[in-house]
């Protein structure tokens, strides 16, 4: 049992961000109490986000390498964040069983995606990249967007259970998500 009113309610948990590019998730869930690993396949993406949390004075251990290679270490954790990045992968349903793997028994994985719709290629593709320049052009390609029903078959082919899948819109106009 947590108690979320308190100042570190994740304080004791282990966490891991796969794919944490410059640390914006690391950084709250260690403010928060958790034990945090940043794991992403950049070197880049690494040393900005070390230099940004010794600045911040937190104590996270940042790694430039791949869910698959850490499957073979014996470090387990609480709870793993796969947040935006199965679309960038080069084969979503191994990664998907590398971070399942991760996860202690008992554990939680958390993954995000874009779904592929018609709708997210007009607004992340096309909205995102080329009439906003919210990211850069070629950051996604739609072919590689996983809809829920995929994301979910993997999740069971390695024995993960699907607890809560819950989709979310952005109102550009608004600049709001909303799920």
């Not at 949390?53 to 430039?64: N, V």
């Not at 739609?142 to 390695?158: D, I, L, N, T, Y």
Request: glycine residues 8%; contains cysteine; hydrophobic residues 45%.
């Amino acid at each position: 049992n947590r108690d979320f009113l308190s100042v570190k309610p994740f304080e004791g948990l282990t966490l891991l961000d796969m794919g944490c590019g410059g640390g914006l998730i690391c950084e709250p869930m260690a403010r928060l109490g958790a034990q945090v690993d940043g794991v992403d396949a950049s070197e880049r993406n690494i040393k900005v986000a070390s230099l940004h949390a010794q600045r911040s004075g937190l104590a996270i251990d940042y790694r430039a390498t791949t869910a698959e290679a850490l499957v073979e270490l014996p470090k387990r954790y609480d709870v793993v964040l796969a947040l935006e990045i199965v679309e960038h992968v080069n084969d979503p349903m191994a990664f998907i069983a590398s971070c399942g793997a991760l996860v202690k028994p008992d554990g939680l994985l958390v993954m995000t995606t874009i779904n592929r719709t018609v709708r997210s290629f007009a607004f992340a593709i096309v909205g995102a990249e080329y009439v906003l320049r919210l990211l850069p052009r070629g950051t996604h390609n739609w072919q590689k967007f996983v809809k829920p029903s995929e994301m979910a078959s993997g999740f069971r082919e390695c024995g993960l259970e699907v607890i809560n899948t819950t989709g979310m819109i952005m109102h550009p106009l608004k600049r709001q998500w909303q799920l």
